[in-house]
């Protein structure tokens, strides 16, 4: 067999959910709130950004701190309001308002110019046959004709490029198993194959889908062809779902639920054809590099 795992630490969504009828086992909204959008795709930008830092991840009110190139032009503080007694920096909050769920806004921002408030850096993206969108500045979109290939643009990126990649989901959520979790230590999370396998189940999703972290990848010792190879491939995925959901409570801005929190509810060891039948057409993979 043949695995990888990245240094990826999973990082819930503060906002919101992708789901119409949530299964998260979070308290109810306090009375009648209104639904706000999830921001489970700003949580997966902050994921890959993270991973930048794992040499360096000292504290900071940005999460682009001592994130390689991007840490002298985004860990500066901003005062959008104008207000200069007021520090704010880029972190999933202010990424959330930016992207808004928004494949194409990810990809926009991050392949901006650092003069045009951007990232500077360039993106990826798969898309599926006839679903191919107009090219963002510095985004190269390849196309996957089937499962076979996704999983080879994942295979690639992950073992040659050691980079792990958003990946779009539609109408499919991760369970858990229901056996009770051990407690792990945030820093030392279970290898990939000691992880019970999370099922994934259909669940409808909003318009926007559901974005997901995938970070390493197992494969089984077997005759390698197209029909056959993607049997027995399990992918490791961080999932920012369950949500914070700190727009109705807020008091968990200081001290949210332990479950909440808990990396054996954002981590999930699945099966690759399971969960590959659930990427989005457009755009399913995103994943970003330094610009060549």
């Known amino acids: 067999m043949r695995t990888i795992e990245l240094d990826v630490r999973p990082i819930p969504q503060l906002y919101g959910s992708s789901y119409s009828n949530p299964r998260e086992g979070q308290i109810n909204r306090h009375y009648n709130a209104p639904k706000l959008f999830g921001s489970c795709l700003s949580a997966s930008l902050e994921m890959l950004v993270d991973h930048m830092r794992r040499y360096d991840r000292t504290p900071g009110y940005s999460s682009f701190k001592n994130a390689g190139t991007l840490q002298s032009k985004l860990t500066r503080q901003g005062h959008p309001n104008g207000d200069k007694t007021v520090h704010l920096m880029w972190n999933q909050a202010t990424l959330h308002n930016t992207i808004y769920g928004s494949s194409q806004a990810l990809v926009e921002l991050v392949g901006l110019d650092y003069v ?16 191919v969108p107009s090219r963002a500045e510095n985004e190269t979109c390849e196309v996957a004709k089937d499962d076979f290939e996704l999983i080879q643009f994942i295979k690639d990126t992950l ?7 958003i990946a779009l989901i539609e109408n499919g959520q991760l369970i858990p198993p229901s056996q009770e979790f051990p407690f792990w230590d945030r820093d030392h999370r279970p290898p990939m194959v000691q992880l019970p396998e999370s099922k994934m189940i259909n669940t409808e999703t909003e318009d926007s889908g559901h974005a997901v972290v995938i970070a390493g990848i197992w494969e089984p010792f077997q005759t390698i062809n197209r029909t056959h190879h993607i049997n027995g491939v399990e992918l490791l995925v961080l999932d920012p779902s369950p949500s914070i959901e700190l727009e109705n409570n807020p008091e968990r801005f200081y001290h949210p639920p332990a479950h909440l929190i808990d990396p054996a509810f954002h981590v999930h060891r699945v099966n690759a054809e399971s969960f590959l039948r659930k990427i989005q057409p457009n755009r399913g993979l995103i994943w970003i590099n330094e610009r060549e």
């Open 159 to 165: 073992y040659q490029q050691k980079q792990p990649m």
């Open 116 to 131: 045009q408030g951007g990232f500077g850096m360039r993106t990826t993206s798969v898309s599926k046959p006839n679903y």
